[in-house]
């Protein structure tokens, strides 16, 4: 049998391990023979096909990034995109594909897995916000890296007396903001699932200024004040129709430095999130996501997505898993809300 790997999205800390886990229990456990389908959907599209084996996969454990590239190609968008994917693997003799992706690349797949392509999906995203598991691979070097950052900003803004306003990733789920902020000991979080009063937030910062501490307030990428307008730099599209989230963080500082008269600065984490080592524990999720999904191709249970139910993985149907974004719920932000101001 042969089985194709791909990965497509945003690039996440863990991919690597992933591929590396499919092939070596494939390969050694089911003598299956892989191929990597290169840069996402796009490579599906123009047939861009490379080897695996055991060999091309050595040493990748601990990369970030992939191996096979990425990009966020959406071959529903593109002319006969269902049949061009289909003539690529036909052409390559693959008869199973494992897909590696977020919310974007997991609901091509839940589509071309309906219209009868066998594969199996493997849920990667550093926003945490996909669907029917209790955490993606990604999320755990993410909240890493912001929190890391955060306890930095804190000896910078206590040294100024100033606030420091750290934007972070997650687009419309407030995961990392929520986890890093708390973890940092952030005075303010502002995530996607709760919009902000910019005044309670002024009074959160002065609070701060009063009892001689430099407040720090993190704000996801998606947050937006309670009158609704989202702050965009860029309002370009990509081919999933989604806009390059940005800008929230640097308007926080200029109002909150308008209307307390402190001075206020902004910190963009950006990519450096998604970049470099993972997290041991990243690591060891992807692994154990690689190791079932290889069984569910073993299995034939195509059209299933492995997920992370407390301490077991499981599959589930890739419709569940797509069907909406996983978001931070209500009651968990407002355990917090004591560490607030």
């Not at 529903?76 to 036909?90: F, I, N, W």
């Not at 598991?133 to 909240?143: E, H, K, L, Q, S």
């Not at 950052?149 to 803004?157: C, F, G, P, Q, S």
Request: charged share 25%; hydrophobic share 40%.
């Amino acid at each position: 049998m042969r089985v194709g790997v791909l990965t497509g999205g945003g690039d996440c800390p863990g991919l690597n391990a992933v591929i590396r886990s499919v092939v070596r229990k494939g390969v050694q456990e089911y003598a299956f023979e892989f191929v990597g389908v290169r840069d996402g959907w796009r490579g599906a599209l123009e047939g861009k096909i490379v080897p695996l084996d055991i060999g091309s996969v050595r040493g990748i454990l601990p990369r970030g990034g992939t191996i096979l590239g990425s990009s966020r190609t959406n071959p529903l968008g593109h002319e006969d995109g269902v049949r061009r994917v289909r003539d690529t693997l036909a052409a390559h003799g693959v008869d199973a594909l494992v897909v590696i992706g977020g919310e974007d690349t997991l609901g091509v797949a839940a589509e071309l897995s309906r219209q009868g392509v066998r594969l199996v999906g493997v849920p990667k995203t550093i926003d945490n916000d996909v669907s029917a598991t209790d955490c993606t691979f990604g999320f755990d070097t993410a909240v890493g890296i912001a929190t890391e950052a955060i306890d930095r900003l804190h000896t910078t803004a206590e040294s100024h007396m100033r606030t420091l306003v750290v934007e972070v990733m997650g687009r419309h789920s407030g995961w990392i903001a929520l986890r890093a902020g708390i973890a940092g000991g952030a005075n303010v979080i502002l995530i996607p699932e709760r919009p902000f009063d910019i005044d309670q937030v002024c009074e959160l910062v002065m609070s701060r200024f009063k009892i001689n501490y430099a407040p720090i307030v993190v704000a996801a990428e998606g947050a937006v004040p309670k009158e609704g307008q989202m702050f965009l730099k860029d309002r370009t599209r990509d081919e999933f129709g989604h806009v390059r989230l940005s800008g929230i963080g640097e308007w926080l500082a200029q109002e909150i430095s308008r209307r307390t008269g402190k001075d206020a600065r902004t910190t963009v984490l950006g990519h450096v999130q998604r970049g470099g080592t993972p997290s041991a524990f990243d690591r060891w999720l992807a692994t154990r996501f690689g190791l079932h999904a290889v069984d569910a191709v073993k299995d034939g249970d195509y059209g299933t997505m492995v997920a992370l139910h407390a301490t077991e993985v499981v599959r589930v149907p890739l419709a569940d898993a797509t069907e909406r974004t996983k978001k931070v719920d209500p009651s968990l932000y407002d355990e917090f809300e004591v560490f607030f101001g």
